[in-house]
C-alpha cells in the first residue's frame, strides 16, 4: 500500500506562471489536506477536500489559490499567478474516512520555489 | 483559538543519551489530541506519538515516551538512547477532537551529536 504521493518535489516557477500540485492519496483514503510550511515555520493548514469537495478551505488566501479532488485522479493545488511570497513547501495529507487526522499520513511535500 | 509553542528552536544530544523537548499549548475545550511529528531532512512527515487527551497514560513508542501534563497545558517528548537518525526537526501539533484542522509549533532542531 503505497503512501501518500506528491509531485513534483520540486517545482521552480518564474513570477507570474501557474504552479500546479499533485496529491494521490492513500489507497482507501477519501479526505485530503493540504498545508503549507513556510521557512523556518511549522505546517500551516490551507484546505480539506473530499471527493469531489472542499469542506473548509479557511487557510487559503483568498486570491491565486485553488484546489480540487476530482472523482477520479489526484487532488490538484493551484496557485496563478505565482509570486515570491508563495516560495515553500506544500505538504499534502490524507485519511480514511471518519477518522480525520487521528489517523492522517503526509506525504514527501512539494517544495516550490518562485524566481 | 488554539496555539502551540515550542520554546526550543535548537537542541543537541550525545548519542545513546536522553533528551526532552519542550511543548506547550493554549486552548479552553477539554477534547483533543496532541503529535509529535519528525521532519528528518528528506522533509518527510513522520508522526512520532500520539496522546489523547481523556487519557492519563502517557504514550509510550519504544524510544519515545511523552510527559502529558493537561493542567499545565504541556506535552514533552522524550528521547531515550538517542541515535543519529534521530537528527531533525520535531514538530507538537494540536487538533480539537472532531476537528481536522492540525495548529503545529514552530518546531525543535534536534542534532545528535556521535
Known amino acids: 500500500n503505497a503512501g501518500v504521493m506528491q509531485n513534483p518535489r520540486h517545482l521552480v516557477r518564474r513570477r507570474g506562471q501557474e504552479a500546479r500540485l499533485r496529491c494521490s492519496p492513500m489507497?482507501?483514503?477519501?479526505?485530503v489536506y493540504w498545508y503549507r510550511q513556510l521557512p523556518e515555520e511549522g505546517l500551516k493548514f490551507m484546505v480539506y477536500l473530499q471527493k469531489e469537495n472542499i469542506i473548509d478551505e479557511s487557510g487559503m488566501p483568498k486570491e491565486r489559490f485553488s484546489a480540487e479532488f476530482p472523482k477520479e485522479g489526484p487532488s490538484i493545488l493551484r496557485i496563478q499567478q505565482v509570486v515570491r511570497g508563495d516560495s515553500a513547501a506544500y505538504f499534502c495529507?490524507?485519511?480514511?474516512?471518519?477518522?480525520?487526522?487521528?489517523?492522517?499520513?503526509f506525504g514527501q511535500g512539494t517544495r516550490l520555489t518562485v524566481v | 483559538a488554539q496555539t502551540v509553542t515550542q520554546s526550543q528552536p535548537e537542541m543537541s544530544v550525545q548519542e545513546a543519551e536522553t533528551v526532552t523537548l519542550s511543548c506547550t499549548y493554549d486552548t479552553s475545550e477539554s477534547n483533543y489530541y496532541l503529535f509529535w511529528y519528525k521532519q528528518p531532512p528528506s522533509r518527510q512527515m513522520i508522526l512520532v506519538i500520539r496522546q489523547e487527551a481523556y487519557k492519563q497514560q502517557n504514550a509510550t513508542e519504544n524510544r519515545f515516551s511523552v510527559n502529558f501534563q493537561k493542567a499545565a497545558k504541556s506535552f514533552s517528548l522524550k528521547i531515550s538512547d538517542s541515535q543519529l537518525g534521530d537528527t531533525a526537526m520535531y514538530f507538537c501539533?494540536?487538533?480539537?477532537?472532531?476537528?481536522?484542522?492540525?495548529?503545529f509549533g514552530k518546531g525543535t532542531k534536534l542534532s545528535v551529536i556521535p
Open positions: 501539533a494540536f487538533i480539537l477532537y472532531g476537528s481536522y484542522q492540525l495548529t
Open positions: 489507497k482507501g483514503h477519501s479526505h
Open positions: 495529507a490524507s485519511s480514511p474516512p471518519r477518522q480525520g487526522h487521528t489517523e492522517a499520513f
